[in-house]
């Protein structure tokens, strides 16, 4: 009898247990869904249908998990022999949401009526913090700027949702600062020879 006393004691513990859960930001992940994403904007663009642009959309990422037992410094796993609990996930960045593929429909759309142009023009620059800016509006004839600060404005709007709409989607709306900055590197890195780019707070072209 006197040896099951102990039983009740080690599952009040287990029970009354803290369980954290350190959640790591998965970088690399983040990076082949921002390539697979900025490369058909950019890529996809020249195949686009331009009609009337679509409606503005509105939305658990896969982690890695470490949880650990605690109370106090106190490990209570050790009572069972077992140690520290450990759970992983294979991360997995969802860029498939119906509200992050109409962004990107519209980015296409609009990258195929005018901004290519603009870009090919060295008219737009991407910026290192994942946007879009009239470098030089010289390059551009006087009667088409009012067009082409338009589509810069309302790309800049979709970026900065679809940033918003990724860390959502995934379950951690707190992650957007580090999806626009992986998405930022990735629109430079794919970036066509000859266009401009922000590095260093000064312009330079591929």
């Not at 996809?44 to 009609?51: G, I, M, R, S, T």
């Not at 870009?119 to 010289?138: C, K, M, Q």
């Not at 940033?163 to 999806?179: K, L, T």
Request: with cysteine.
């Amino acid at each position: 009898m006197k040896q099951w006393m102990g039983v009740p004691v080690a599952g009040a513990l287990l029970l009354s247990a803290c369980v954290t859960i350190n959640v790591y930001f998965p970088a690399a992940e983040a990076k082949e869904a921002a390539k697979e994403f900025v490369e058909k904007v950019i890529q996809d663009a020249d195949k686009v249908e331009v009609k009337q642009m679509p409606p503005a959309g509105g939305g658990g990422m896969a982690m890695q998990r470490v949880i650990r037992a605690d109370l106090s410094g106190f490990d209570p796993w050790v009572l069972v022999g077992i140690g520290s609990a450990q759970a992983q996930a294979v991360p997995d960045i969802t860029i498939k949401t119906p509200a992050i593929q109409a962004i990107q429909a519209r980015m296409e759309a609009r990258f195929a009526s005018i901004l290519r142009a603009g870009f090919d023009s060295g008219a737009l620059g991407f910026t290192e913090d994942g946007y879009i800016s009239v470098r030089d509006p010289s390059k551009v004839d006087l009667k088409d700027r009012v067009a082409l600060n338009s589509a810069v404005a309302d790309d800049n709007r979709d970026r900065k949702a679809v940033y918003r709409e990724v860390a959502v989607a995934n379950g951690h709306p707190e992650w957007e600062d580090q999806i626009r900055a992986v998405f930022a590197r990735q629109w430079i890195a794919s970036a066509r020879p000859g266009w401009w780019y922000q590095s260093g707070g000064s312009w330079k072209q591929k």
